[in-house]
Nanobody, 113 residues
Framework: QVQLVESGGGLVQAGDSLRLSCAAS????????MDWYRQTPGKDREFVAS???????YYAESIKGRFTISRDNAKNTVYLQMNRLKPEDTAVYYC???????WGQGTQVTVSS
């Protein structure tokens, strides 16, 4: 059974850091790309970052240089390290497997000014 479980969200102040985790089961993240998206109320879900099986990474311009996506194959988990957070980073963050076409349930990140 495919499952993606995000964790690590919370309420922080501007300038703080958070690390989101996405634990996968039912498939191997090492053999398929994984993405992070985010969504705020009334807006479409937007791409944040991706990592390929070969560790190639892509980032949205809005977070480039502040966020880092990584993967731990032994734990079958993908991470999103978020530094220098801004109030406009406030959103529900989702991990997504394009290969399995499966979304996690999301984790809320709130950045206060």
């Amino acid at each position: 059974q495919v499952q993606l479980v995000e964790s690590g969200g919370g309420l922080v102040q501007a300038g703080d850091s958070l690390r989101l985790s996405c634990a996968a089961s039912g498939f191997a993240t090492s053999t398929s790309g994984m993405d992070w998206y985010r969504q705020t109320p009334g807006k479409d879900r937007e791409f944040v970052a991706s990592i390929s099986p070969g560790y190639t990474t892509y980032y949205a311009e809005s977070i480039k240089g502040r966020f880092t996506i990584s993967r731990d194959n032994a734990k079958n988990t993908v991470y999103l390290q978020m530094n220098r957070l801004k109030p406009e980073d406030t959103a529900v963050y989702y991990c997504f497997s394009p290969f399995m076409k499966y979304w996690g349930q999301g984790t809320q990140v709130t950045v206060s000014s």
